[in-house]
Structure formats: structure tokens, C-alpha cells
T-cell receptor, first 109, second 117 residues
Framework: DAKTTQPNSMESNEEEPVHLPCNHSTISGTDYIHWYRQLPSQGPEYVIHGLTSNVNNRMASLAIAEDRKSSTLILHRATLRDAAVYYCILGTSGSRLTFGEGTQLTVNP | GAVVSQHPSRVICKSGTSVKIECRSL??????MFWYRQFPKQSLMLMATSNEGSKATYEQGVEKDKFLINHASLTLSTLTVTSAHPEDSSFYICSAREGSSGANVLTFGAGSRLTVL
């Protein structure tokens, strides 16, 4: 499984943008980049995914580097409800997804 | 959107007994389901992959005779923890995938917290 590297923790202030980085230097050409988040005592929640182009949805934006060796999840205006562990995961079509340690995001009021 | 229901959300059992956890895809057919476990302050660990109508594929180090997985229909997978012991106490989470092509987006259940006394 291709490995991802994320900071252990990050902090943000409410209503400010948050940029969560992920390095994946060993990504293969068929790996999708997935982001999930997990609130305490809950199952993970899908956030966004992409392959080569930047992606936007109602929750977040995903910026993918041109060489695909890194990506950034962007929360445009953080709220207290965005405080969670964010996981960046690589996976090919039909493959299983394995989780790394993720980034604990703290949002300050 | 896709919804996965997991039941029970919490269960307490005595050591030596077996516990069954159900995972249902409510509004889609899940060709593949995955089972994870999570210990406090740790990440999710993939236990096994189950495909409807076939035997589950277990990750290295996961005892298949202890964690029985059945995926008898396209909407239901079950995990049975047999002869549970206190060290099996954990947060068990299932996820489901609709179809087998494309980006492989998973929908997760809310998790089942097992406490073995």
C-alpha cells in the first residue's frame, strides 16, 4: 500500500480557512487520493477524493500537486463541527483502504 | 446519500461468549464490505474484506476463526467475535462500497463499541 504522511495535529480558528497537507511521494498512477474524517466515537465520514485534477464539493476542496506527490485538503471556513481527525488515504479502483494516523484538527472559537 | 447502518452500537458481554455485529447498506447494494477495529487514540485497522457470496479475506494477523465474517446478501454483512475476551474490547466499524469500479468511495457505519468483561 502506498504510504501517506500527515502532520499529527493542526489548529485553526473558527471561520478561518484550513489547509491540511498530505505527502504521498510513492503514489502510483492509478491511486485515487481520498480524504475522510472521524469525529470522536463515530465512524469515518467521506470528505472528498480526486485523481489528478483539483476537486470541489460542498464540504471542502482538494488541491493536488502537478506531480501528484502531495495534496492539500482545504476547508474554506472552519467551524467547531469540523474538529476531527482527518485521514488522507490512497487507493486504486476496487482496492481496500488502509488508514494512517491522520491529522487531529482543533478549531478554536 | 448512501447510508450504512450498524447494530448494535454498544454491547457488553461476558468473557467466553460470542457477539454478533450487523452491518447493513440501507439504500444501495454493497458488493464489498470492510471491517475495521479501532483501539482508543489509535487509527482504524483493517481486519477483513468481504465480498457477497464468497469467503472473507483477512488481513495478516487477524484470526479468521475468532472473527467470523458472513456476507450473505448484497445489503448485509455480519461480524461475529467468538469466545470474546477482554482484549477483544474495541470499537468495530464496518464500511461498504457500491460497485467495484471507479474511485472506491466507502460509506462507514457509526461503529459498535464492544466491552468484554
Amino acid at each position: 500500500d502506498a504510504k501517506t504522511t500527515q502532520p499529527n495535529s493542526m489548529e485553526s480558528n473558527e471561520e478561518e480557512p484550513v489547509h491540511l497537507p498530505c505527502n504521498h511521494s510513492t503514489i502510483s498512477g492509478t491511486d485515487y487520493i481520498h480524504w475522510y474524517r472521524q469525529l470522536p466515537s463515530q465512524g469515518p465520514e467521506y470528505v472528498i477524493h480526486g485523481l489528478t485534477s483539483n476537486v470541489n464539493n460542498r464540504m471542502a476542496s482538494l488541491a493536488i500537486a502537478e506531480d501528484r506527490k502531495s495534496s492539500t485538503l482545504i476547508l474554506h471556513r472552519a467551524t467547531l463541527r469540523d474538529a476531527a481527525v482527518y485521514y488522507c488515504i490512497l487507493g486504486t479502483s476496487g482496492s481496500r483502504l488502509t488508514f494512517g494516523e491522520g491529522t487531529q484538527l482543533t478549531v478554536n472559537p | 446519500g448512501a447510508v450504512v447502518s450498524q447494530h448494535p452500537s454498544r454491547v457488553i458481554c461476558k468473557s467466553g461468549t460470542s457477539v454478533k455485529i450487523e452491518c447493513r447498506s440501507l439504500d444501495f447494494q454493497a458488493t464489498t464490505m470492510f471491517w475495521y477495529r479501532q483501539f482508543p487514540k489509535q487509527s482504524l485497522m483493517l481486519m477483513a474484506t468481504s465480498n457477497e457470496g464468497s469467503k472473507a479475506t483477512y488481513e495478516q494477523g487477524v484470526e479468521k476463526d475468532k472473527f467470523l465474517i458472513n456476507h450473505a446478501s448484497l445489503t448485509l454483512s455480519t461480524l461475529t467475535v467468538t469466545s470474546a475476551h477482554p482484549e477483544d474490547s474495541s470499537f468495530y466499524i464496518c464500511s461498504a462500497r457500491e460497485g467495484s469500479s471507479g474511485a472506491n468511495v466507502l460509506t462507514f457505519g457509526a461503529g459498535s463499541r464492544l466491552t468484554v468483561l
